[in-house]
C-alpha cells in the first residue's frame, strides 16, 4: 500500500483528474444545476408537499431569495447551518438556497434532540440554526433556545413559521432578498456542498462532507440506473435529511431528471397509498420494516397503485422472503440499494432476472467505483468469499469533516473507505451483505452507536456498567438491548428510558430493552475488549431466548 496522506476531503489530484476525464465530475454546481431545470421547463411542478406546489421557476425563485437573504443577514459562503426540517417543500428551498450561497447546510434529523444537535453545532462549526416551530408534537424552539445557551457560536436561528422576538422567520430572509438573483456565487463544483451525519459503530456520528461534483454525479447515474425522466413523480416518505431519499434515487435525482417529488409526512400506509393515487406516483425508497407494513396494509386494504413502477429498498438488509412479496402485492419492480452516507451505493438494475433482485443488494453504480473484501488481517479473500468491504471511487469521501482521529480508523493509507460491512460479491459483481463487523445497532435503517448509548447510560448515578447489543427483530431488523448492572438498588426501566429521552436524545435510540444483571461474564470485566464483551452478552441473550 502506497503511502498517501489523507487528505480531510477531497481527492488527491490524480483521482481529480481520472474523475473529470471520465466525466464523472462535470464541474456543476447544485445552484447552476437547479437554473438550467428551471430554464428548461419552468412551469413544470417540482415540488408537492402538503397543499404547496411549486414549479421549477418558483423553486428557483425561492432559492435566490432565501440565499440573497441569508447573506443580507452576515451569513457567508462557507459558513454551515443544521438543518433541522421534516418532508415540507421548505425544506428544498432552503438547501437550494444555502446551496446557491454557498453556505453549508448540515442535515439533522427531525428525531434528533438537543444532544445530538448541539454535537452537530459544536462539530460542524455552525453558525445558524434553521428549524419547523412545531412538528410532530415537539417543540424546535425550545432546542433551539438551548442550542443558543451551550453553542454561542450559533448566532442565528432561523424558524418556518411566525418570526418570535427572538428567532428571524424564513419569510422575512425571503422577503429581504426577494427580487434578487443570485447564481452560484462562492462555490465551486469541488466545494463541500454539504455535511452529512455518519451512521458509524463508535461513539457521535462523524460529519461527512459531500462536493457538488461528486454528488451531481451520483445523481446523474442514479437517475438513469433508476429510469428516472421528466413524467416521473418520486414520493418521498422517509426523512428526506438521509442520504438514500435524497438521491438513491431521492427527491434530488428527481429534480436532476426534471420530474415532481411528492413529499409525505408521515412514512405510513395510509397516507402514502393515498399520496400515491392522488398524485399517480411512480417510484418510492422504503426500508424493510416499512415495506413490510406497506406489504401487510396492501393485501387488506387493496388499494389503487396502479401508478407506481418501482420501489426500492435499502438502509437495512432485506431478507428473500420479504423480497418475494412485492412484485405479487404490490404489482411494481423491487430495486434492491444497499448504500452509505459516505459514498458507495449500489443498485440491482430493473431489467435484472428475479433471482438476481431478491437475492442480492445490487452492484455499484460507477465503473470507477473499486471495492477490496478482505479478511480480518486486510488480506483480499477467496473469490465469493465474505470477507469486509473497503471501497473508493469518484463519490465516496476520502475523510470525515475535521475529524483526524476517525479518519485514522476509517480509511486506509491509500484511501479506501472500512464501511464496517461484511459482503461477498457474486461471480456477476452483485454484492451480497451478511452483516456488520463494526458494534452498531441497524434499527428499521437508522443506525445507532452502541458506545454512543453506553455513555448516556453511564452518565446516570443509578448505572455502575452499560453494555448496549443488537438483538433480531421481526419487523425492525434489529432492535436494541441494553445490560446494566445497577450501582445500588434496581431502577425501573421505564424510569431509565425517561431519563434518557429527559437528556434530549433522538427516540430511536432509547434502548427497546434493558436487562439488569449482577456482572457480565465470569471473564474479569475491564480485561476483555468492549466488543468481546457486547459478542459474550449477544450469546448468552441467544441461548436464553432458545430456552424459554
Ligand atoms: C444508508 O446509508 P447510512 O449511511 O444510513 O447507512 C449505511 C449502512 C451500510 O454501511 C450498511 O451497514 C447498511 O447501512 N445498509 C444496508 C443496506 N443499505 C444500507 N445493509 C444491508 N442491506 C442494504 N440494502 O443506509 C443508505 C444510503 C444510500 C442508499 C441506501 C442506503
Not at 443558543?148 to 411566525?162: N, S, W
Not at 463519490?395 to 461477498?424: C, H, L, M
Amino acid at each position: 500500500m502506497t503511502n498517501l496522506t489523507i487528505p480531510q476531503h477531497g481527492w488527491p489530484d490524480e483521482y481529480v483528474q481520472r474523475y473529470r476525464q471520465a466525466g464523472h465530475w462535470q464541474g456543476e454546481t447544485f445552484g447552476a444545476l437547479l437554473r438550467s431545470r428551471a430554464e428548461q421547463h419552468p412551469d413544470r411542478i417540482a415540488v408537492v408537499g402538503g397543499s404547496k406546489n411549486l414549479t421549477y421557476a418558483q423553486l428557483d425563485e425561492h432559492a435566490s431569495a432565501i440565499a440573497a437573504g441569508l447573506l443580507a443577514q452576515g451569513f457567508q459562503a462557507g459558513d454551515r447551518i443544521v438543518v433541522h426540517l421534516p418532508n415540507i417543500p421548505e425544506f428544498i428551498t432552503v438547501v437550494f438556497g444555502l446551496f446557491r450561497a454557498g453556505i453549508i447546510p448540515l442535515y439533522a434529523l427531525p428525531a434528533h434532540r438537543i444532544t445530538e444537535i448541539e454535537h452537530f453545532a459544536k462539530s460542524g462549526g455552525a453558525t445558524g440554526y434553521l428549524c419547523a416551530a412545531e412538528h410532530g408534537g415537539f417543540n424546535y424552539l425550545g432546542l433551539a433556545t438551548t442550542l443558543q445557551e451551550r453553542c454561542p457560536d450559533v448566532e442565528h436561528v432561523i424558524v418556518i413559521g411566525d418570526a418570535t422576538d427572538r428567532y428571524t422567520s424564513l419569510q422575512d430572509i425571503e422577503a429581504a432578498g426577494a427580487n434578487t438573483d443570485v447564481l452560484a456565487t462562492a462555490s465551486s463544483a469541488q466545494d463541500i456542498a454539504f455535511l452529512q451525519i455518519s451512521g458509524g459503530s463508535t461513539g457521535l456520528s462523524k460529519l461527512i462532507p459531500r462536493t457538488h461534483d461528486d454528488y451531481i454525479y451520483t445523481l446523474r447515474e442514479s437517475a438513469r440506473i433508476c429510469e428516472l425522466d421528466g413524467d416521473s413523480v418520486l414520493l418521498c416518505a422517509l426523512p428526506m435529511a438521509h442520504n438514500f431519499p435524497m438521491s438513491s434515487p431521492g427527491f434530488l435525482g428527481t429534480l436532476y431528471a426534471g420530474g415532481r417529488v411528492v413529499l409525505s409526512l408521515s412514512p405510513s400506509p395510509e397516507a402514502c397509498f393515498e399520496l400515491i393515487k392522488r398524485e399517480k406516483v411512480t417510484q418510492c425508497s422504503l426500508v424493510p420494516p416499512l415495506l413490510m407494513l406497506w406489504l401487510d396494509a396492501a393485501e387488506r386494504s387493496k388499494p389503487n397503485l396502479s401508478s407506481l413502477r418501482v420501489i426500492q429498498v435499502g438502509g437495512a438488509k432485506l431478507i428473500p422472503e420479504v423480497a418475494q412479496r412485492v412484485r405479487p402485492t404490490l404489482g411494481v419492480t423491487l430495486q434492491q440499494v444497499f448504500g452509505m452516507a459516505e459514498g458507495l451505493v449500489n443498485y440491482t438494475r430493473l431489467g435484472d432476472d428475479a433471482e438476481t433482485i431478491i437475492e442480492t443488494q445490487g452492484r455499484p453504480i460507477s465503473p470507477d467505483d473499486e471495492l477490496l473484501i478482505v479478511d480480518d488481517d486486510g488480506q483480499a479473500v477467496a473469490d465469493g468469499q465474505a470477507g469486509h468491504l473497503l471501497t473508493r471511487g469518484p463519490y465516496t469521501i476520502r475523510g470525515y469533516y475535521n475529524n483526524p482521529a476517525a479518519n485514522q480508523r476509517s480509511f486506509t493509507e491509500d484511501g479506501y473507505y472500512r464501511t464496517g460491512d461484511i459482503v461477498k460479491l457474486t461471480p456477476d459483481g452483485y454484492l451480497v451483505v451478511q452483516g456488520r463487523a463494526g458494534d452498531h445497532i441497524n434499527r428499521a435503517g437508522e443506525k445507532i452507536s452502541a458506545e454512543e448509548i453506553e455513555n448516556h447510560l453511564l452518565a446516570n448515578p443509578a448505572v455502575f456498567d452499560a453494555a448496549v447489543v443488537s438483538v433480531p427483530d421481526t419487523y425492525l431488523g434489529e432492535r436494541s438491548c441494553a445490560f446494566i448492572i445497577p450501582r445500588n438498588e434496581k431502577p425501573r426501566a421505564v424510569e431509565l428510558k425517561k431519563w434518557m429521552r429527559e437528556r434530549g436524545i433522538a427516540d430511536f435510540k432509547v434502548p427497546d430493552q434493558i436487562i439488569f444483571v449482577d456482572t457480565f461474564s465470569e471473564t474479569a470485566v475491564g480485561k476483555i475488549s468492549r466488543k468481546t464483551l457486547r459478542a459474550q452478552l449477544r450469546a448468552q441473550l441467544d441461548t436464553t431466548q432458545q430456552n424459554s
